[in-house]
Nanobody
């Protein structure tokens, strides 16, 4: 009932920036939290950042993202963003947008019930 479509990925040099977008189609996000995860080849999908959807903004970041990445939302557009600055080669992965089944910005994969198709981010050295 909820479709998530990521965009904004690409190839950048180390130290560069990218802004990812995740737009929902169909039903709205409601009050559920939204998150970003990433998966590199041969590795498990890992948490990057999450944000609540209603009320005052509450965010949650992986240690690897703190100070470099910023998650934000536009409720009117049913869109969540991930601004990524000071990118490193180790940030290279497929980035997935997801909607949680809870309202808090959870870091657990099990809390998310809808997932996008992913967008590739490649950071060259």
């Amino acid at each position: 009932q909820v479709r998530l479509v990521e965009s904004g990925g690409g190839l950048v040099q180390a130290g560069g920036s990218l802004r990812l977008s995740c737009a929902a189609s169909g039903r709205t996000f409601g009050s559920y939290a939204m998150g970003w995860f990433r998966q590199a080849p041969g590795k498990e999908r890992e948490f990057v950042a999450a944000i609540n959807w209603s009320g005052g903004v509450n965010t949650n970041y992986a240690d690897s993202a703190k100070g470099r990445f910023t998650i934000s939302r536009d409720n009117a557009k049913n869109t969540v963003y991930l601004q990524m600055n000071s990118l490193k080669p180790e940030d290279t992965a497929i980035y997935y947008c997801a909607r949680a089944g809870v309202t808090n910005p959870s870091s657990f994969r099990s809390a998310y019930d809808y997932w996008g198709q992913g967008t590739q981010v490649t950071v060259s050295s």
